[in-house]
C-alpha cells in the first residue's frame, strides 16, 4: 500500500539492490524525465546502510553499434560497485506482427535474491513489474525485509499494485529521484 514508507528502517543494516535496468529508464526517463546518475544512487542506500551487493541487469544490445554505444556505461557500472547481469536481447514478433526486443530478468533477479536473502537484512527492488510480487512475498517470508522503488503514482505509473502491496517498504520513485539524478 502507498504510505508504508513509515515503516522504520534500521540503520546499518546490510542490503542488496537489484535493478531491474529497462523497467528503471523507463519510469526515470519516459515517467520522470529525469536520468539516474548512478554513483549518487549508491552513495544514497549507503548513507544509512551497508550495500553488500548492487545488481543492475539490462539487455545486452547485439549489434556492434549497439554495443559500441552501450559498453562504455555497463564498464563504468562494473568498475563502480555494480555486478552487471546481461543477456542478449532479443526479437520476437508480437501480436500485431511487429518486431519486439525483450531480455527478460525475471528468473535471473529471483535466483539473485533468494541466494543472498540469508545473507542480508533488505532487499531493494528497483522494479513495476507485477512478476516479482510473489518473489517479494517469499523473500519477505524468510525474514527479509522488502523495499520496492518504483514510480506508481497513486496507481497512474507503471508499477502493478500488487507488487506495492507485497512490499514491506514501498518509495515512490519520484520522491527521491531528485537525490541521485545527473545534473
Known amino acids: 500500500m502507498p504510505g508504508k514508507d513509515s515503516v522504520r528502517l ?3 543494516e546490510r542490503i542488496a539492490i537489484f535493478i531491474d535496468g529497462w523497467n528503471l529508464a523507463k519510469a526515470s526517463r519516459d515517467w520522470l524525465e529525469k536520468e539516474v546518475n548512478f554513483e549518487k544512487l549508491l552513495e544514497y542506500f549507503s548513507r544509512d546502510a551497508i550495500v553488500l551487493r548492487a545488481f543492475y541487469y539490462i539487455g545486452e544490445q547485439t549489434s556492434e553499434e549497439g554495443r559500441r554505444k552501450q559498453h562504455p556505461f ?23 506482427r511487429r518486431p519486439e526486443l525483450k531480455a527478460d530478468f525475471d528468473v535471473d533477479i529471483a535466483v539473485d535474491m533468494f541466494a543472498l536473502a540469508d545473507k542480508i537484512d533488505r532487499a531493494v527492488l528497483f522494479s513495476g513489474d507485477g512478476d516479482f510480487a510473489k518473489l517479494i512475498d517469499r523473500v519477505g517470508m524468510k525474514g527479509v525485509r522488502t523495499q520496492v522503488v518504483s514510480h506508481w503514482a497513486k496507481g497512474i505509473g507503471p508499477t502493478a499494485q500488487e507488487l506495492v502491496e507485497a512490499a514491506d517498504v514501498f518509495t515512490e520513485l519520484a520522491d527521491i529521484i531528485d537525490e541521485f539524478v545527473k545534473q
Open 74 to 96: 555497463l564498464t563504468w557500472l562494473r568498475t563502480n560497485g555494480y555486478k552487471v547481469v546481461t543477456k542478449p536481447i532479443k526479437t520476437y514478433i508480437n501480436k500485431d
Open 10 to 12: 534500521f540503520p546499518f
